[in-house]
């Protein structure tokens, strides 16, 4: 059981650096709740779909060094990984975008149900991040 759900999650990323939205949003429940780092909760595809649009609008990025685990029942898991970005667009409340390059230890906590995706906590050091592009 944990391997279909680590198979799920891998699935997850793959569909998110092969920039394939389609994949990506289809493997997330109706009501997945998205836990953004140090920001609020949002519930629902739809204002997840909105979210995606906006980091894709600013931010070109590729995950690597990937580590997927999940509990033994499947119904959680995580993953570690690092973000290889480049900041194309400035995000409101965020330095100024100039293609800034970044790399970017994090980590991602999942919650698994009818085989989906039905929560998604991210985690990163923001501090670190705006480190990076401030330079």
């Not at 569909?15 to 519930?43: C, P, S, Y």
Request: with cysteine.
């Amino acid at each position: 059981m944990n391997q279909d759900s680590i198979n799920l999650i891998e699935q997850y990323y793959a569909a998110f650096n092969g920039g394939d939205m389609d994949t990506f949003l289809n493997l997330l429940t109706d009501d997945v709740i998205h836990d953004i780092n140090q920001g609020k909760r949002e519930i629902g595809k739809e204002a997840f779909t909105q979210f995606m649009a906006c980091m894709n609008n600013n931010y070109k990025e590729q995950l690597v060094d990937m580590v997927v685990m999940a509990t033994a029942d499947g119904k959680r898991a995580a993953a570690e990984f690092v973000v290889l970005g480049e900041y194309i667009k400035t995000d409101e409340g965020l330095p100024a975008a100039q293609g800034q390059k970044y790399r970017l230890p994090a980590g991602a906590f999942f919650e698994i149900r009818d085989d989906k995706v039905a929560r998604i906590t991210n985690y990163y050091n923001l501090q670190d991040w705006i480190a990076q592009v401030s330079k």
